[in-house]
């Protein structure tokens, strides 16, 4: 009956879906858990019934933690609330949800109790969960990637940084990663010059690795390209493409867990 409840409460609010979607439409959750991880969502549409639709997991930087649960939809959750609208314009159902962090980390377990709660609340396709995040969100995916190799139909990473070990272990998930030729924050090559490395030293990991991920890398851009790269046309499409050749991991908490 809940989720009945916040089908009808979410998706109400997407009859214009040619207009941009406002911050007060993503309903408020805390994780059922011992880490009780605020996260914002939205579903874009209604879905037929017994239909179970892609949920798309954005993860912010740095200067948007806190435990307020609105910080982390500052700037249109850095552009990525654009996926949301275009989402509604194509009428296509799907989950957008927006957890929040604290103290500059993203750990992989934090991400995870917010997808298994989005999950238990959402009929979610476990298929079919996306991560993407910015900055140290894009650390983040790549953190979360390695954490749970077998659970993400895809990663789009943005802005990040990670370390070339576990590359060999993420190298077959799908990836499309973005990164400005210019970045004065992450270094596209070193990162922060520490053992985190950068966008291009990463796509040459994961490809020598046998991977094949799409890159995206804009010419004299600096570090916030992420408006840009949430409205390439080609990102929504490929997103919804991406799905597990096997079962999920994130299933529901009645039936079994990850």
């Known amino acids: 009956m809940r989720t009945l409840v916040l089908l009808s409460l979410l998706v109400g609010g997407s009859a214009g879906a040619a207009q941009a979607v406002d911050d007060a439409e993503l309903a408020k959750y805390w994780s059922r858990d011992a880490l009780h991880v605020p996260y914002r969502a939205l579903l874009t549409a209604r879905p037929a019934r017994g239909e179970h639709v892609p949920l798309v997991v954005f993860l912010h930087g740095d200067w948007q933690d806190g435990e307020d649960n609105e910080a982390q939809l ?93 590359l060999r272990h993420i190298a077959q998930i799908p990836q499309w990663i973005f990164h400005g030729a210019e970045d004065d924050d992450t270094d596209i090559e070193w990162g922060y010059g520490g053992a985190q490395v950068g966008s291009r030293v990463i796509v040459r990991g994961l490809r020598a690795f046998g991977g094949a991920p799409k890159y995206t890398e804009y010419a004299g851009e600096k570090h916030v390209i992420w408006s840009r790269a949430y409205n390439e046309a080609e990102l929504l499409p490929w997103i919804l493409a991406q799905r597990l050749p096997y079962p999920g991991c994130f299933v529901r908490r009645d039936r079994q867990d990850d």
């Open 74 to 166: 500052d700037g249109y959750g850095n552009g990525s609330m654009q996926l949301i609208d275009q989402a509604r314009k194509a009428g296509t159902p799907l989950l957008y949800i927006a957890p929040q962090t604290t103290d500059g980390y993203w750990p992989p377990e934090r991400v995870a109790a917010a997808i298994r709660d989005a999950v238990h609340t959402f009929p979610v396709d476990t298929q079919r969960i996306v991560i993407t995040g910015i900055s140290d969100g894009g650390t983040g995916v790549w953190d979360t990637l390695k954490r749970y190799p077998k659970c993400f139909a895809a990663g789009v990473p943005m802005s990040g940084m990670t370390e070339p070990s576990g």
